[in-house]
């Protein structure tokens, strides 16, 4: 099993919006299968992108303060200085990369993979992984646990109230197909 102190991973913003996504990431976080990570950055693109999408204040406020009392360790600081000896294909993701070294983090959750290029983090030991691949991979390290958090989100979901396979088929059209087809195998 995988030990969540060591296993920190930066999650982006465009991991931490979309909804269905950030709620399996959360779970299984809070399942102690990884430690997250985010910047004050992040978490305002996180709310631009909410308010962009028609999100009251009242909501963005009540999810970002649910996030941080959820982990409140999670927020990196003091990553700023970093930002400018990095060199990435897009200047607006080095505050991303930046807070990732300075917390230690060993992987990116993000999918904008084409952002982070590999050897490039490589050379601090990072990788980047799409959501997908990440929620894959820690199922794979321990499914058990897993089918615990993902069982544990559905039943605490109210709005919508779903089952398991309707949650299943959100995952789907949030990009999670091969992280909704393998929780289905094991269930």
């Known amino acids: 099993m995988i030990h969540s102190v ?3 991973c930066l999650l982006d913003t465009n991991v931490i919006y979309p909804i269905d996504i950030r709620d399996l990431l959360f ?4 399942y ?8 004050r950055n992040i978490f305002l693109e ?5 308010r962009r999408k028609g999100v009251s204040d009242s909501e963005i406020l009540k999810r970002v303060e649910k996030a941080q009392r959820a982990f409140p360790d999670a927020l990196v600081e003091h990553y700023e200085s970093l930002t400018e000896s990095l060199v990435l294909p897009d200047e607006n993701d080095k505050h991303v990369l930046a807070a990732a070294i300075k917390s230690n983090a060993q992987i990116i959750v993000t999918n904008n993979l084409r952002h982070f290029p590999e050897e490039y983090l490589a050379t601090f030991g990072i990788v980047a992984k799409s959501a997908d691949d990440f929620l894959t991979d820690t199922i794979d ?3 058990d646990l897993a089918v615990a958090a993902f069982q544990s989100m559905v039943l605490n979901r109210v709005n919508p109230n779903l089952d398991e396979f309707q949650v299943l088929d959100r995952l789907r059209k949030n990009g999670l197909t091969n992280t909704a087809d393998y929780f289905h195998a094991l269930l």
């Open 46 to 50: 996180w709310e631009m992108v909410m």
């Open 141 to 143: 390290l321990n499914a």
């Open 6 to 8: 060591r296993f920190t």
């Open 32 to 39: 102690d299968l990884f430690t997250p990570r985010w910047s």
């Open 27 to 30: 779970w299984f976080a809070s």
